[in-house]
């Protein structure tokens, strides 16, 4: 089974600077998808950034960028020019390539930003 | 906004009750999906609806369960309610089935049970 693993539950980072938070992930698929989710304290569920495995170019969303590494099975999300509005409980997820009915999600890391 | 409407917005309720959640996708997307998230956790995925039609069930309990509507709302129905069973139970929506079609959700239903 497909497993997704956030090993950070905090980080923290400075307003402008930039931060990066780890994922990995377990599977014996190759090709699927990965997702960045951002919660903010409204508790809404934001999709950030998406990658297709099969795409060895990393997925860019303006100030937020993937560093996928397929052979290593690592998913990171960075932030750049961090801003207060970017303080938020952070999900990667997994998704299998032909449904995506059982989207996996890891336990999220709360980042704060700091002033 | 993600297009996915949720209703309603809180709920507070005593052990044994039942509720019934609901949920309007986006506008075009057959497929609705529930999710519980527990106090700091990650989503489960309960179920999913795809046109009218159960497609898939997740980590669901028996005393649970949902249907989608020909106008394709879905309600999830929630009974015998426990302590535990507190959560934000999240719908999400998509057009179709397959792994590219990105989930949309909703604001959640902040189930609170006494």
């Known amino acids: 089974a497909q497993t997704v693993t956030q090993s950070q539950p905090e980080m923290s980072v400075q307003e402008a600077e930039t931060v990066t938070l780890s994922c990995t992930y377990d599977t014996s698929e190759s090709d699927y998808y990965l997702f960045w989710y951002k919660q903010p304290p409204s508790r809404q569920m934001i999709l950030v950034i998406r990658?297709?495995?099969?795409?060895?170019q990393n997925a860019t969303e303006n100030r937020f960028s993937v560093n996928f590494q397929k052979a290593a099975k690592s998913f990171s999300l960075k932030i750049s020019d961090s801003q207060l509005g970017d303080a938020a409980m952070y999900f990667c997820?997994?998704?299998?390539?032909?449904?995506?009915?059982?989207?996996?999600f890891g336990a999220g890391t709360r980042l704060t930003v700091k002033p | 906004d993600s297009g996915v409407t949720q209703t309603p917005k809180h709920l507070i309720t005593a052990t044994g009750q039942r509720v019934t959640l609901r949920c309007s996708p986006r506008s075009g997307d057959l497929s609705v999906y529930w999710y519980q998230q527990s106090l700091d956790q990650g989503l489960q995925f309960l179920i999913q609806?795809?046109?009218?039609?159960?497609?898939a069930k997740g980590n669901i309990l028996e005393r649970f369960s949902a249907q989608q509507f020909p106008d394709l709302h879905s309600e999830l129905n929630l009974s015998s309610l426990e302590l535990g069973d507190s959560a934000l139970y999240f719908c999400?929506?998509?057009?179709?089935?397959?792994?590219?079609?990105?989930?949309?959700f909703g604001p959640g239903t902040r189930l609170t049970v006494l």
């Open positions: 997820a997994y998704s299998q390539i032909y449904n995506n009915n059982d989207m996996r």
């Open positions: 609806y795809y046109n009218g039609e159960e497609r």
């Open positions: 999400a929506s998509s057009v179709g089935l397959q792994g590219s079609d990105t989930q949309y």
């Open positions: 990658q297709e495995a099969y795409k060895q």
